[in-house]
């Protein structure tokens, strides 16, 4: 019984565990079947959702239908109101402001104060008067410098000047005297020489007697002065009975050195006191110059002295006309600059104006007479008016480009505000008119993304591909375009992401694609 019972146990423990194998092999069948399972449903969700994806992904779009449509461009500018024909008031002298008497904007009538003046002489004035002072002390340093004899300094102090003419005349004159002596100097060197080297070769030459050299006038005049008393040397043979030939010979030789060496000696001197004669008179004559242009700066600094006394004004400076003081350039304390326009009146009946430029093209849209509008309307009052006064061309590109010019009307407007203007063209018809945003711009010129639908399995694809075109017009919110598009086209507006040709897009709503 013993042993029935452990066999019993035996076959009991082998049925166990084929048991649990058998288990555990349902087990593991079990778990490949659900992971199939999951599998499956999750390649089935991505199937029917991989459209939805792929979405996520892309970049979104929205779109506007090309349709006929009209435009209305505009043309802008923007400028500085300006006094039209403003008066400027200067003074002719710098003066110290003492006070302002009137504000910006304040209308005024002809005498009213607009600055009151410190009590004092103006700057002008003063340096006016102490250039004259210096003109004439320089004038009677250079007269009295010695240069001058005592009748040329008579002459001079009583404004009598010679003419050009004259001077020329007395210069031309002793230089003709000075050649004349250098001539004469020259000719008595060589006739000197030239009996030297006689002497030399013990040969005197007679072949151009010395004796018939004859010196010019003024030389002989000279020659004359220094001369006087000197007595002629005495004839070597007189006295003598010596009749030896090389002796007579001899004898004659001397004379005509003696003869050739005085009148050497007499060219020389009356050279030096020509040449001084020169020196002196070209010295005179350039100080008779020097002082008729120190008199003639005399008489301008005189004239100057005058005119600003006369034009010294009073302890204030006033308006010369009505109008409205549009500029107050100086403040208390501060000095005016002569002739430098202290205040600016709009004169009364005169309007401010706007100018600003435009092409050509956008000119010849517009005549004189349109009315212009404020682009920020809201800072000005209900009396703004801009109208057009002027077109012309503008100078700094008068072939293509033309400037406009306003007449401004407006209690809001002042003297140098800045205002922005804009003029609506005529309204045109076009056939093809998209959005602004629709037009886009590269290095290659305008263009917009066309949306194209393409066919799938899974439903329609959306691609933007490229259409180059031409802008026509364009106003605030359209854009006229021409190229190789058609009406009832779908172009690209706006997009989350950027967008070039070729990218595939998904709309932000299916039913903006209905023409709005």
């Known amino acids: 019984m013993f042993v029935n019972r452990r066999s019993w146990y035996r076959s009991m423990n082998i049925e166990d565990k084929e048991l649990e194998q058998f288990r555990r092999s349902q087990r593991r069948k079990d778990i490949i079947k659900n992971i199939t399972i999951v599998f499956l449903l999750i390649l089935l969700a991505l199937t029917f959702f991989s459209r939805t994806i792929m979405n996520l992904t892309l970049p979104q779009v929205a779109t506007h239908i090309v349709s006929e449509g009209e435009v209305s461009p505009r043309i802008r500018g923007q400028g500085t109101a300006e006094v039209d024909d403003p008066f400027s008031v200067t003074v002719a002298q710098a ?23 410190e009590d004092s002489e103006s700057e002008e004035l003063r340096n006016a008067r102490q250039e004259l002072d210096d003109q004439k002390a320089n ?64 040969e005197p030459s007679s072949s151009t007697p010395v004796e018939e050299e004859v010196p010019d006038d003024d030389v002989a005049v000279a020659a004359k002065k220094t001369n006087t008393g000197i007595d002629a040397p005495e004839d070597a043979s007189e006295g003598t009975t010596d009749d030896d030939p090389t002796r007579r010979k001899k004898s004659k030789y001397q004379k005509k050195l003696e003869k050739a060496n005085i009148r050497k000696i007499d060219a020389d001197l009356a050279l030096a006191e020509i040449t001084a004669e020169k020196e ?44 409205t003081v549009t500029s107050l350039s100086y403040g208390a304390g501060e000095t005016t600059s002569a002739d430098s326009p202290v205040a600016i009146i709009r ?66 407007v002042t003297a140098g505000d800045s205002v922005q203007l804009q003029l609506a063209e005529s309204t045109k018809s076009y056939d093809l008119v998209v959005p602004n945003s629709a037009v886009r711009t590269d290095a290659n010129g305008k263009f917009v993304l066309v949306l194209q639908t393409r066919q799938s399995p899974l439903g329609n694809r959306y691609v933007a591909m490229r259409e180059d075109v031409k802008v026509l017009a364009k106003d605030d919110s359209n854009t006229a375009i021409s190229g190789a598009i058609g009406a009832y086209t779908f172009v690209i507006t706006t997009s989350n992401k950027s967008v070039k040709s070729g990218d595939q897009v998904r709309l932000a709503d299916e039913e903006e694609r209905t023409e709005e």
């Open 280 to 323: 002196k008179v070209i010295n005179s004559i350039s100080a008779e110059l020097e002082l008729k242009g120190i008199q003639d700066a005399i008489t301008k600094a005189e004239a100057k002295v005058e005119r600003l006394e006369k034009e010294e004004i009073g302890a204030t400076i006033t308006a010369p006309v009505d109008g």
């Open 95 to 117: 003066r110290t402001i003492k006070s302002v008497a009137v504000r910006q904007d304040q209308k005024v009538k002809r005498g009213d104060v607009l600055y009151y003046l």
């Open 347 to 412: 004169l009364a009946g005169k309007s401010l104006t706007v100018s600003f430029s435009v092409t050509k093209e956008q000119a010849q849209k517009l005549k004189v007479g349109d009315e212009a509008k404020p682009q920020n309307p809201w800072e000005y009052e209900d009396d703004f008016k801009a109208v057009l006064r002027q077109i012309a061309a503008d100078s700094s590109d008068p072939k293509n480009q033309r400037l406009l010019k306003f007449e401004i009307t407006s209690s809001s």
């Open 139 to 202: 004038f009677t340093k250079r007269l009295f410098d010695g240069t001058l004899s005592d009748s040329d300094i008579t002459r001079m102090r009583a404004g009598n000047y010679r003419s050009d003419d004259e001077l020329q005349s007395e210069l031309a004159s002793i230089n003709r005297r000075y050649e004349r002596a250098n001539r004469e100097k020259a000719a008595a060197d060589a006739a000197y020489e030239k009996l030297l080297a006689e002497e030399d070769d013990s």
